[in-house]
């Protein structure tokens, strides 16, 4: 199975202010341009998912939105609190395996530090893997099976300008 593993793109500052619940925190202007040439980039570089599946988080939606968008996969995003920034890696294991068993490829769409931690998880068993995946940057990963421990090899990560740059 192909998993992929996207970052939100830049999102407004922290506030408490203007965003009492960070859950309704959206993404900045520019999150949202450079997202946007980012996901042509994943479209030039011939990139099929089967499904997406996002943190219900108001930035991760939006970045979720604009890639369904731009490969007219409106119809194909689900929405999974898993993926929030306090979701349970277990839980999404779990979830994976009932929901999109059959799916060869998935996107999913989240935050850090929780999607370096899969990455971690995936390929070495543990935390204990150092991963930095940039706002609106992209991994993909090759799993053997949904499990929660070591179940895939790492193929690539790139940063958001290298997506850019394959626009």
Same mark, same amino acid.
């Given at each position: 199975?192909?998993? $992929?593993?996207?970052?939100?793109?830049?999102?407004?500052?922290?506030?408490?202010q203007?965003?009492?619940n960070?859950?309704?925190?959206?993404?900045?202007?520019k999150?949202?341009q450079?997202?946007?040439?980012?996901?042509?980039?994943?479209?030039?570089m011939?990139?099929r $998912?089967?499904?997406?599946?996002?943190?219900? $988080?108001?930035?991760?939606?939006?970045?979720?939105?604009?890639?369904?968008?731009? $490969?007219?996969?409106?119809?194909k995003?689900?929405?999974?609190?898993?993926?929030?920034?306090?979701?349970s890696?277990?839980?999404?294991v779990?979830?994976?395996?009932?929901?999109?068993?059959?799916?060869g490829s998935?996107?999913?769409?989240?935050?850090?530090?929780?999607?370096?931690?899969l990455?971690?998880?995936?390929?070495?068993?543990?935390?204990?893997?150092?991963v930095?995946?940039k706002?609106?940057?992209?991994?993909?990963?090759t799993?053997?099976?949904?499990?929660?421990g070591?179940?895939?090899?790492?193929?690539?990560?790139?940063s958001?300008k290298?997506?850019r740059?394959?626009?």
């Open positions: 199975m192909e998993i $992929f593993l996207l970052r939100h793109a830049i999102a407004e500052e922290r506030d408490s203007i965003y009492p960070d859950a309704h925190r959206p993404l900045a202007k999150g949202i450079k997202m946007q040439e980012a996901a042509r980039g994943m479209k030039h011939k990139l $998912f089967d499904r997406m599946v996002s943190s219900p $988080f108001a930035r991760a939606k939006q970045t979720a939105e604009i890639v369904a968008a731009v $490969f007219r996969m409106q119809k995003l689900n929405y999974s609190k898993h993926l929030a920034c306090d979701g890696s277990k839980d999404l779990q979830e994976l395996k009932s929901k999109y068993k059959r799916h998935l996107l999913l769409v989240g935050h850090e530090p929780y999607l370096s931690e990455i971690s998880l995936w390929v070495s068993g543990d935390g204990g893997l150092s930095t995946l706002k609106g940057g992209l991994c993909k990963l799993l053997s099976a949904y499990r929660h070591q179940c895939g090899d790492l193929e690539w990560l790139l958001p290298h997506l740059l394959m626009a």
